[in-house]
């Protein structure tokens, strides 16, 4: 057996929740970085993922694995005692999907317009400003859901900390880049607990892992790994 791997993407990826989920998880795990901005990437990386996308995951059985919902479920599968998800075929369980399915197509996606606005600089400004007030107006319906529904629970589902409190946290900070509003003001609740998580340990360690600062593991981090240092095992993938 290896030790698991995450693929994460900075400046800012959507693959910091699977980092603050492995904190959670208390499990051995190695991390690679990949350079988001620094184009074309590694061909290597296209064996785990060959869309080439972030997060990508590497289990112990050196099988890849892509896409936040299924590396996220996986984490959580890892170690059903620490309560990151919930057993299959329970309520819990089918509620944890659908909100892992709403965070990662619906939230996700209303950020794609603005994303799509400042990458698009040589743009004309009738162009960015429609991409510009489409992300924004879907981006405040998502965080008013997210708002509505935080009004009566301190975390996301079934009355626990599980993947999806992980995930979230790696999105939401998107509206304060593109200074979409006051969240403190607009979305009291959404605001109130993504302070709380922002105290935690695990989303500490993942925001000085992005920034190259010193980062103290409250879980299994068992180091940095280079794409490099992973060829034989990447080397080793069988294509199912
Ligand atoms: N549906 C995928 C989306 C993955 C995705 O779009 N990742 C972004 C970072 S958040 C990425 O890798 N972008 C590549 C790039 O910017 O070149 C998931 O949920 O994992």
Known sequence: MN???????????????????????????????????????????????????TPGYLDAANQPLSESAAILSHIAARAPERGLGFAPGTRGNDQLAQMLSFLTTDFFAAFAPLWAAYEMQDADDATRTVLTRLGSADVAQNFATLDALLATRDWLVGGQRTVADAYLPGIARWAAYHRLFDAARDYPNVARYLARIQQDPAWQFATAIERKAVASSSGG????????????????????
């Not at 981090?221 to 199912?240: K, M, Q, S, Y």
């Open 221 to 240: 981090f068992a180091g940095h790994v280079t794409l490099e240092e992973l060829r034989p095992r990447l080397a080793a993938i069988v294509a199912d």
């Open 3 to 53: 030790t698991p791997v995450l693929f994460y993407g900075v400046p800012q990826g959507c693959s910091f929740g699977s980092i603050v989920a492995l904190e959670w998880l208390g499990e051995p795990y190695q991390l690679c970085r990949i350079e988001m901005l620094e184009h074309p990437w590694p061909a290597l990386y296209a064996k785990v993922n060959p869309r080439n996308l």
